[in-house]
């Protein structure tokens, strides 16, 4: 009997939210998704079925400035281009409160979360990157900080977006770990964000991971998602990935078509080529943010012993994560020959919830850090 531990695999996708679709960065404005066209009820609908698809509660970064009905966010001139004379440039209420249905009635397949008010940093008009950092990790005026986000949180509110979101996406990238109380991730916990993926690289760390690609700070989990192979503002981009880093991080103009009638052709390619993928890498589809660093953490942290007929997998680093950060789930990929029975101890074997975990081995979280695989001919 041979034993492994499969890698996860989760999708994201930055930049949701925008209704307005074109590139303004030449003229001061958001980068926003690069898209010729604005952002209509048929691209929500593409975020949750891409989801649906797959089986995943998908991550989808929001930037919700252009929500703002009643000009609510004059009172945060750094947040627009448009500083104390803000005006969304979309304000078609009806439009807006469709696509909130589509998020709600979409959220077992779709997670909001945050990623910015604007995006960008305007100081006295002009932009800059990005929202809560600065290019090199630097964290902005922490009451500035704050204001951001509970302006999020109030323009999220009023659409009943979300019920508190768990997860923070940096925008650009840019984002700093090591500062403690100081530091971005005490001000993301007081909002309930328990989740930050990001690029290490891309951050300001002064101090080091506890463990390679995945960190904590004042009870936060942070986890390498590895850089996007699709260029940004690429739209309907043609299905690639290599299937090398537990998150694929797109970005909301990939999976969208110029013709939004089109939508689905793009979702269905990049979901069947995502299905065929985790098959032939026998990686394991995870179904939330939680699951994905729980099976990333057993694939690179989990110790294998093998001694006659049992193996023994030690699981320590379960007791270092913060609490409730982890999934009650495992994934492990088994050979068992032929004539074997398999009986396993400190934990128990959990039902598949759909084609791709029934290649795997599922269980529960052990109850005493380790689990034992025996075989045997009969027991």
Not at 13 to 22: H, R, S, V
Not at 23 to 45: I, K, W
Not at 335 to 352: N, Q, V
Request: include cysteine.
């Amino acid at each position: 009997m041979t034993l492994s531990i499969p890698m996860p695999l989760l999708v994201s996708i930055d930049d949701a939210g925008w209704w307005m679709g074109q590139d303004g960065s030449a003229v001061n404005q958001p980068f926003r998704t690069g898209m010729p066209r604005a952002h209509c009820l048929e691209d929500y609908t593409a975020l949750v079925a891409l989801g649906r698809s797959l089986d995943m509660k998908i991550p989808a970064g929001f930037v919700l400035c252009e929500w703002d009905q009643t000009q609510l966010l004059r009172e945060v001139p750094s947040a627009t281009w448009m500083a104390e004379q803000w005006k969304s440039p979309f304000t078609d209420l009806e439009t807006k409160e469709k696509a909130a249905q589509i998020i709600q009635s979409g959220s077992d397949h779709l997670e909001l979360a945050v990623h910015g008010v604007g995006h960008e940093f305007w100081d006295q008009g002009r932009m800059s990157r990005s929202e809560f950092h600065d290019t090199k990790g630097k964290i902005r005026s922490r009451d500035l900080v704050k204001k951001h986000l509970e302006y999020f949180f109030r323009l999220m509110d009023s659409f009943g977006l979300a019920q508190a979101p768990r997860i923070f996406i940096p925008p650009a990238l840019h984002h700093g770990f090591g500062n403690g109380a100081k530091g971005f991730q005490a001000i993301a916990r007081s909002f309930g964000i328990q989740y930050i993926p990001l690029v290490f690289s891309r951050a300001d760390c002064s101090i080091a991971l506890q463990f390679i690609g995945l960190g904590w700070e004042e009870g936060v989990l942070l986890m390498e998602r590895g850089r996007s192979q699709t260029k940004w503002n690429q739209v309907a981009a043609p299905p690639k990935f290599t299937f090398n880093s537990p998150i694929l991080a797109l970005h909301w103009a990939n999976i969208l078509h110029p013709n939004p009638d089109k939508n689905m052709d793009v979702i269905h390619a990049w979901s069947d080529f995502l299905k065929k993928g985790v098959k032939e890498n026998q990686v394991v589809l995870s179904r939330d943010i939680s699951a994905c660093l729980t099976q990333y953490l057993n694939a690179t942290q989990s110790r294998i012993h093998v001694k006659g007929n049992k193996i023994v997998v030690f699981l320590d680093w379960i007791d270092k994560l913060p609490a409730k950060a982890l999934a009650d789930t495992l994934f492990f990929s088994l050979d068992l020959p032929k004539g074997l029975a398999l009986r396993l101890s400190g934990t128990e074997i959990k039902r598949p919830r759909n084609q791709n975990e029934a290649g795997f081995i599922k269980t529960g979280m052990p109850k005493a850090g380790k689990i034992v695989f025996e075989y045997s001919q009969s027991f």
